[in-house]
């Protein structure tokens, strides 16, 4: 059966899915029975309708924080055709237009960062990173100054060395035993403080909490620290204030690499190009996937300085060069639509659209909050926003998940699509989560936490 036969017989769809397809972060036991798989046929803007004909409202850009700029982007889909119908693919040991085209495009809105590494996916741009930062250390250092520092409660990706780097430990649980090298930092979530950080110097403390374990370790043998600007699914945490100072002047101190994890904050999700711009940070590395060509055809990159680039340049040592390949990161297809994704976001000012009304939802959230006491504290940034949800707000003890998760399922079936932590973080699964894309109006946005407000009411009382 073709595929026009199969688009006319929902039917044969939605059975040809149950019996051959695995999604992902789902459990199939249910399919078996009374419940269909989910089957996504067509996106316009921020909505989106299943195969059934119920329209959606998307509050999580694609489920997955991708699509930035909407659905139904048809010079995106144009771009695209033009550029694999004209050189669909040449390994990455040659360049393409479209590949040269946005690396310029790229680095412009990245000063102080010289050179792209195209891959496809977030998870494979990471796995580049921490290998240059191998090769480094064993290149220069005698293999010592090898080590990884990632954050609790951040994601890196799902391979096994980028879980490694996993803060999240449901994520991680059943599939290790996982790569040597990789040392969790403690994370920087203020409304749940350690060791009685808070208050006006949180953010330092936060921050000289990654000293104490690189002291620890021994700084001789750390290469680099591994960020998300904002985390992302464990919980929407926006660095308190001081923090990335800090954290700039102790890799500073000790020579350790600093590698920011955009893969979701790239591409104006927080109201600037990427997330790190919002702190005054330099990084040496910057990943990013996600909102590249939001989710048109895939891409991601992996861009860095020259001085990172340059001590790949040693000629004189037949092993001195970043020996990788990535087979799909010299598909035109990414870059072409990460050409038309970005004019897109400057021709329709959208990073002004995500600050304006990131502010909008960040002010109905608060209504929100004032309205339930179920909330116990809302943060984000531009159109990337969390609340936290607990039984009381003075012993701040978490919602339980299965609440959290009927919370999701009643807006999804109002027609809203929100996210939630999720079998990520053991006790702490209860935040709702909002990335909807970034051409949101007040509207849109009065719509989900409309959704929101009556799905907690009737599953929280």
Not at 116 to 142: D, L
Not at 328 to 348: D, S, V
Not at 418 to 443: E, H, M, Q, V
């Amino acid at each position: 059966m073709d595929l026009n036969q199969l688009t006319n017989d929902p039917e044969a769809i939605v059975e040809a899915d149950r019996a051959h397809v695995w999604h992902h972060l789902i459990q199939h036991k249910p399919f078996e029975k009374d419940i269909d798989p989910r089957i996504i046929v067509e996106g316009k803007g921020m909505k989106v309708w299943d195969i059934k004909g119920k329209e959606h409202l998307d509050a999580v850009s694609g489920g997955v924080w991708t699509v930035n700029v909407g659905y139904g982007r048809e010079r995106i889909g144009k771009a695209i055709s033009d550029a694999v119908t004209k050189m669909c693919f040449f390994g990455g040991t040659a360049g393409t237009i479209p590949g040269a085209t946005f690396s310029e495009m790229l680095i412009d809105k990245m000063p102080g960062l010289d050179r792209v590494y195209y891959a496809n996916s977030g998870s494979e741009a990471n796995e580049k990173a921490f290998k240059m930062v191998r090769q480094i250390s064993h290149k220069y250092y005698g293999g010592k100054k090898s080590k990884i520092l990632y954050r609790e409660r951040d994601y890196h990706g799902s391979t096994l060395a980028t879980m490694s780097a996993g803060g999240q430990d449901e994520r991680n649980a059943q599939y290790g035993p996982f790569a040597p090298g990789f040392i969790r930092v403690p994370h920087c979530l203020e409304y749940r403080a350690q060791n009685d950080y808070a208050g006006d110097s949180y953010g330092v403390k936060a921050a000289e909490a990654i000293e104490e374990v690189i002291l620890r370790e021994g700084p001789d043998t750390i290469g680099a620290l591994c960020l998300e600007p904002i985390t992302a699914g464990g919980g929407i945490i926006v660095p308190p204030k001081g923090y990335w100072e800090k954290v700039q002047e102790i890799c500073k101190k000790y020579e350790i690499l600093l590698h920011i994890d955009e893969v979701v904050c790239g591409i104006g999700r927080t109201g600037t190009w990427f997330g790190y711009q919002q702190f005054g940070v330099k990084p040496d590395i910057v990943t990013m996937a996600k909102g590249v060509a939001s989710g048109y055809a895939a891409i991601s990159c992996c861009v860095t300085t020259n001085e990172v680039f340059d001590k790949f340049k040693d000629a004189s040592d037949h092993l001195g060069y970043f020996r990788d390949i990535s087979t799909f990161g010299g598909c035109t297809g990414g870059p072409a639509a990460a050409i038309e994704n970005m004019n897109i976001i400057i021709e329709e000012d959208l990073l002004d659209n995500s600050k304006a009304m990131g502010l909008h939802l960040n002010e109905k959230l608060h209504e929100l909050m004032d309205k339930h006491n179920w909330i116990g504290d809302v943060r984000g940034m531009g159109l990337f926003a969390g609340i936290e949800l607990v039984q009381d707000r003075g012993t701040k003890e978490p919602v339980d998940e299965k609440k959290v998760m009927g919370i999701v399922a009643d807006c999804m079936n109002q027609g809203v699509i929100i996210g939630a932590t999720n079998r990520s973080l053991p006790g702490y699964n209860n935040t709702l989560l909002f990335a909807p894309p970034l051409i949101a109006t007040k509207d849109d946005l009065n719509h989900v936490v409309d959704a929101v407000d009556q799905a907690m009411t009737r599953v929280l009382g």
